[in-house]
């Protein structure tokens, strides 16, 4: 029972992440690999968007202080989520022990932001580090074989080179500033501050804390939060406050989103989430296999209620034949009527916007992280490394220029090179093609939008490589009518809870990222995303990942 004037408590935990509603993992299972905690995002944007209709709530409070990361996309998201909730006339508390980078961004959405005294709020801006192993492996006599097409398609440089280039320098630079600047113009906005005073803050911290006693003394100074407070001192305002301290409120785990009722003769509007690395076979934890897709869209396309499909995607890329085969099947519900929209999440990249290419509707959240255009595949040749460094000889006939070329210890022959750079080249002519087709622009159009380069969601919807900049919810509304549908239903896909197969098979990924954590530093930063492709299978996969 949720008595009038209660206050609904939100703890965001560790990630927050796309994923469609499923029962939880168990205790156990997330005890034995470690694994980070996640707060699914449909559900807490749900849970807040309830609550604001709900009579009985009359505020939220939020802790901030186990948030870990949130994709610019997701943050923008729940900030909507937020400003709808204050638009019913009710008030968002927030309090942390510390304020991150994402916690930071949300809780300037809230009426008023408290600190613990010992606190501090961090805002280090957004980045891109790489590994870079080209002088190592020549030290050790290996070669990665880097094939791509898209001068900015860098995924695989790291291999070949002992830093990022100049170029590749300048293009993160800019789709970083575009989102450091949208976080900044909107923190500044909640706050009532400029953005340049932000920057100014940033700028002089290191000096303005050796002035200061404590450096949530330096956020209360510079407006970044409105008080300084102990728990108990938190108990006390948040009592003057709501009439509600935090042992009586309502714990989000005991309060679920209404979930909505099928009703006979109803249309509905289907949304599905897809997120992680795109593969063929079937979806293991945080990633999109394409036979788990087909599956779902089969069901879909037979479903007579389903009028259009929204399709949320969180993904940097994979396989792009697995990508093809989820586009194709898209296309196929289009030709059978059903409306098919896009919602990009924190990333559509590469073979995430292979998928999204056919959609009739693109809708991003402006810090989408999109474009990246572009396909390549890697060939390890460790035939110097068993020759020169082991003293191991490889030697033996075939029959033909292919024959032992599938053997790491044999270099690749020049056919070979020829055979893959050309492959490469066409299946990047094919993802053009489709682009073009897909946006009704011509090819020489998104040429110059293609070459692996990155693009932030408000640049997309400027350039033509997206529709719409809004939330999950304005795609779903814009389905319906794209649908001709004034009286539906939203069906959100619920995930089958995992069997015993995919929780063993994801403790073996965990245990192989255990492994290499513990090698002592000699494979430091090892993506485990690389460790999952296959060697001259082609790849349209950004370097940066969904999360």
């Known amino acids: 029972h949720i008595p009038e ?23 156990w299972f997330a005890s034995l690999t470690g694994e980070v905690v996640e707060t699914p995002l449909l559900s807490l944007s749900r849970t807040i968007r309830t609550a604001a209709g709900d009579n009985r709530i009359s505020a939220l409070y939020i802790d901030f202080s186990g948030l870990q990361y949130a994709s610019l996309a997701a943050l923008q998201e729940l900030e909507s989520d937020l400003q709808f909730f204050r638009s019913r006339g009710k008030k968002v508390i927030a309090w942390s022990s510390y304020y991150n980078l994402y916690g930071t961004y949300l809780a300037s959405a809230a009426d008023a932001v408290y600190l613990d005294p010992m606190g501090s709020v961090s805002l280090p801006g957004y980045s891109v580090y790489r590994t870079y192993y080209g002088d190592a492996l ?29 170029g590749l320098k300048a293009e993160n630079k800019r789709w970083l500033d575009d989102l450091w600047g949208q976080y900044l113009d909107s923190l500044a906005h909640n706050r009532g501050m400029n953005p340049d005073d932000i920057r100014s803050w940033i700028a002089s911290y290191p000096d303005m804390i050796l002035s200061l006693q404590t450096e949530a003394e330096a956020a209360l100074k510079a407006s970044l939060i409105d008080g300084i407070m102990t728990p108990d001192e938190l108990d006390r305002e948040l009592l003057r406050q709501t009439g509600v301290k935090r042992a009586d409120m309502v714990w989000s785990g005991d309060y679920s989103p209404v979930r909505e009722n099928t ?158 750079q050309t492959t490469v080249n066409q299946t990047y002519r094919q993802f053009l093609d489709l682009v073009a087709h897909g946006r009704s622009m011509s090819v020489e159009e998104i ?35 794209l649908a001709g549908l004034d009286d539906y239903t939203v069906r959100y896909h619920r995930e089958t809870p995992l069997n015993m197969g995919d929780l063993l098979g994801s403790m073996q990924g965990y245990g192989l990222k255990g492994f290499l954590q513990g090698t002592g530093g000699f494979l430091p930063a090892v993506s485990e995303q690389i460790l999952s492709l296959i060697p001259g299978q082609v790849y349209a996969l950004s370097h940066v990942a969904n999360r």
Do not use: C
């Not at 796309?18 to 205790?27: A, C, F, K, M, T």
């Not at 009527?337 to 919602?343: A, H, L, M, P, Q």
């Open 263 to 420: 009703v006979p003769g109803r249309k509905e509007v289907y949304v599905l989430t897809a997120s992680g690395q795109i593969h063929e076979g079937e979806s293991r934890l945080n990633t999109i296999g394409s036979s788990t897709v087909l599956n779902i869209l089969d069901t879909v396309q037979a479903d007579s209620s389903i009028a259009a499909l929204v399709l949320r995607l969180d993904t940097g890329g994979g396989s792009a034949y697995a990508s093809e085969q989820i586009r194709r099947k898209l296309a196929e519900l289009q030709k059978k009527g059903k409306k098919v929209v896009v919602s990009m999440g924190g990333v559509t990249a590469s073979g995430g916007y292979w998928i999204a290419s056919s959609a009739d509707e693109l809708w991003t959240a402006p810090g989408t992280i999109t474009g990246s255009i572009g396909v390549f595949t890697m060939i390890p040749d460790f035939s110097g490394f068993a020759r020169e460094t082991l003293n191991l000889g490889s030697d033996g006939v075939g029959t033909t220029w292919m024959s032992g070329q599938g053997r790491l210890d044999q270099p690749l022959n020049e056919e070979s090179r020829a055979v893959f």
């Open 447 to 481: 040429e110059p939008l293609a070459e692996g380069r990155i693009w932030t969601g408000l640049e997309a919807a400027d350039n033509g490589l997206a529709d719409y900049t809004g939330t999950l919810g304005q795609a779903v509304e814009s389905a319906a009518g």
């Open 5 to 27: 004037g209660s206050v609904l408590m939100l703890q965001p935990a560790g990630i927050i992440a796309e994923q469609n509603e499923s029962d939880p993992l168990p205790d």
């Open 138 to 166: 020549e030290r050790w006599n290996i070669e990665m074989a880097y094939f791509h097409a898209g001068d900015f398609k860098s995924y695989g440089e790291p291999f070949i080179a002992s830093r990022m280039s100049p």
